[in-house]
């Protein structure tokens, strides 16, 4: 935390509001298909679908999920986010340590379709779109159809593993 604030210190602008994003591949996602459109009961499902499909202790989680579409048979595909309980309490603890409390803590694939979406209009129901995020260590892939997600992924291989010539 000593050297965000180093760092925060350098910058031209001090920024009243924080919201701060978790990446990728520090979390489980899913998507998944549950028959229900009310809240109360997806709530629940959730919670039954965490015990069977994550091998781990539900104390030691945080989780939440964000519908993505209600099909006409009354089903709600979902995304479903799940980090460890300790990496949320030592990511705040390194953020309030630097003067920095989050208004919002998401999902780094979050931030990428919703920039995709603000510089785009309305795409074709058929359109099909792969978000791609390539850092040095890591490649996130996004997938979106008919301007809505689909499928999100993390990959094992950056930049660094790409044997591309200067």
């Not at 935390?1 to 996602?29: D, I, N």
């Not at 048979?73 to 980090?83: A, H, I, K, Q, S």
Request: hydrophobic share 40%.
């Amino acid at each position: 935390s000593g050297k965000l604030v180093l760092l925060l210190k350098q910058l031209p602008y001090h920024s009243e509001r924080v919201f701060a994003s978790l990446s990728r591949s520090q979390m489980t996602t899913r998507i998944l298909s549950l028959p229900s459109t009310q809240t109360a009961e997806l709530d629940k499902m959730v919670g039954f679908q965490l015990e069977k499909e994550l091998p781990f202790p539900k104390d030691k989680i945080i989780f939440d999920y964000v519908p993505l579409e209600t099909t006409p048979e009354g089903f709600t595909r979902l995304l479903l986010v799940v980090v460890g309980e300790d990496l949320v309490h030592r990511s705040l603890t390194i953020l309030k340590q630097g003067g920095l409390i989050p208004e919002v803590l998401f999902l780094s694939s979050e931030g990428l379709v919703a920039s995709w979406r603000m510089t785009r209009k309305e795409e074709p129901a058929e359109s099909c779109v792969a978000l791609v995020d390539l850092d040095r260590f890591l490649t996130h892939v996004e997938v979106i159809q008919g301007g809505k997600l689909r499928m999100t992924r993390s990959f094992l291989t950056g930049a660094r593993h790409l044997n591309v010539p200067e």
